[in-house]
DNA sequence: GACGGCCGCTTGGGATACCAAAAGTTGGGA
DNA sequence: TCCCAACTTTTGGTATCCCAAGCGGCCGTC
């Protein structure tokens, strides 16, 4: 998901990247407890570098912290997804609202290859790069929207993104969303995208709370 | 703004508000350097609270900060904040709309009181205090909006929100804005608040480019 | 047996000292 | 004038130590 780590890595990043693949992949439960001096002893760090990864997650909604006691990875309610696709409705939304008014050329070439990636690999039946395109497909079209300050509000809740909503199983159906939202995308419909979009959004909505139910998010 | 600091206040927090505080009143120039051991030595504390204390701003998105070299008071751009007036317009009017549908008798009242008391301070010229009930007007109807994931995207944001956008010139028009705005939430009348909110935000957005253009916010 | 308070253990927050590596700065030479 | 090399500054990280605040189990009481 995050790649293997650049040879300049900082070791808070690396400790970051590790502890959010941990959770992300369910090998750190919900609820479970992050102990800085013995996440420290497992990875060979000081606490330092422990210490700044366990913030960045705070930071990126996935741990829990309360001062003077262990953080714990974050547990999410039913409402907490509930509101959670409220926000994402109305941020994707916007971000391919602008997509549509701001793309050029070279752009629209990127999403139609990552569209074209995510629709041979749902072919194929390959789960894991057919969801790693969807992302991609989205990402791009956020590059796209041509505002900066879109792409750092999405960078804060893009790790719960993936968690909760991340994890498709039609993958067919959703390559072919994607290759009609694509269409409103070159076509410049805006008040096409505005209506398909949370259509879109709906169905990982549904998932996520399905998953919710079956206790894989909370403890 | 952020009070006088509790009393078993983590260091860390106290140095944050320490920073925050004179980043936005100007003591710290926009593109100045923080460094760590400097601003450790100035407020007698360790460079661990420092340290910590520059995470939090950076991620609060007032300073830069790249591997290995000292961190910088953010500077913003003309497009910075035309972008950020984007994003802001589409989450305020989210929430107002939110607010429109889900306020209680309780949460309406609240409203009242900050706009009560901003078009009192308005009155008598009190310039800071009718900022403070204007910027808890905003607040309060964030918390009508009864969405949690919302008021922590906000919280990523509030403190560029409070350097940006926070200083308003005209006290009374902006009180007699607020006073539209709250009668139309009162009647839970959403359409208009769409229509009224982005018109709302674009006396900031005009102020702060003004500003801007001074040279308030780069070097 | 259930409840509540006390006490010891765990844990994070912070201080201090030191080191390595990378970035920034400066001055000299082509 | 421009570029490179030496020097300096600064952060990232390690290793220890200490303290105070939470947490949780134990024990006594009702």
Redesign the pocket.
């Known amino acids: 998901m995050t790649g293997a780590g650049a040879a300049?890595e900082?070791?808070?990043?690396?400790v970051t990247r590790i502890l959010r693949d941990d959770i992300i992949l369910g090998r750190r439960a919900p609820g479970s407890?992050?102990?800085?001096?013995?996440i420290a002893a497992e990875l060979?760090?000081?606490?330092?570098?422990v210490?700044?990864a366990i913030r960045a997650l705070v930071g990126e909604g996935i741990v829990i912290?309360?001062?003077?006691?262990?953080?714990v990875v974050r547990e999410f309610t039913h409402r907490d997804v509930q509101d959670f696709g409220e926000v994402r409705e109305a941020i994707e939304t916007l971000i391919f609202v602008f997509a549509a008014q701001r793309h050029d050329e070279a752009g629209l070439a990127r999403v139609r290859g990552a569209y074209e990636r995510e629709r041979a690999a749902a072919e194929n039946g390959d789960v894991d790069a057919a969801r790693t395109a969807a992302a991609e497909f989205h990402e791009i079209v956020a590059d796209l929207a041509g505002n900066e300050m879109l792409s750092e509000l999405i960078g804060v809740f893009v790790t719960r993104l993936r968690w909760l909503f991340g994890q498709h199983d039609d993958l067919s159906a959703m390559a072919e969303e994607h290759r009609v939202i694509l269409a409103a995308l070159e076509a410049r419909d805006a008040e096409s995208l505005r209506r398909i979009i949370p259509l879109h959004l709906a169905g990982g909505q549904e998932a996520a709370l399905r998953r919710l139910a079956n206790g894989n998010y909370s403890i």
């Open positions: 300049g900082l070791e808070s990043a690396r407890r992050l102990v800085e001096r013995d060979n760090v000081s606490r330092l570098p210490r700044e912290s309360r001062p003077r006691t262990w953080a």
